[in-house]
Nanobody, 126 residues
Framework: VQLQASGGGLVQAGGSLRLSCTAS????????LGWFRQGPGKEREFVAI????????DYGDPVKGRFTISRDNVKNTMYLQMDSLKPEDTAVYYC????????????????????WGQGTQVTVSS
């Protein structure tokens, strides 16, 4: 599976961005998907996850109520809509995929994912 993340950039606090992650190489509908991020001097942290069918999502506490994860199994693309951005959201955002995920499976740990995108930088200015 090859993942390509895009959509990062520089935005002012309170603004919005939408990240995209396009996958190729394996049936997209069988992939468990997630977004993680790593800020300057910080550990990589869980941001959001979505199950194979897209019917279940969950978010890390820092982004709940502001970010929305979704997927389009026809376009082989996952999205992260980020609203009300804060300077502490500044990080490199990575999309991740788990092969042969069970349909209802949710995977919170980075170690569960075999495939990673190259990362896209999000910078939020105050």
């Amino acid at each position: 599976v090859q993942l390509q993340a895009s959509g990062g950039g520089l935005v002012q606090a309170g603004g919005s961005l939408r990240l995209s992650c396009t996958a190729s190489g394996r049936a997209f509908r069988n992939l468990g998907l997630g977004w993680f991020r790593q800020g300057p001097g910080k550990e990589r942290e869980f941001v959001a996850i979505i199950n194979r069918g897209g019917g279940f999502t969950d978010y890390g506490d820092p982004v709940k109520g502001r970010f929305t994860i979704s997927r389009d199994n026809v376009k082989n693309t996952m999205y992260l809509q980020m609203d009300s951005l804060k300077p502490e959201d500044t990080a490199v955002y990575y999309c991740a995929a788990k092969s042969s995920a069970i349909f209802s499976g949710i995977y919170y740990n980075a170690a569960d994912y075999e495939h990673w995108g190259q990362g896209t930088q999000v910078t939020v200015s105050s």
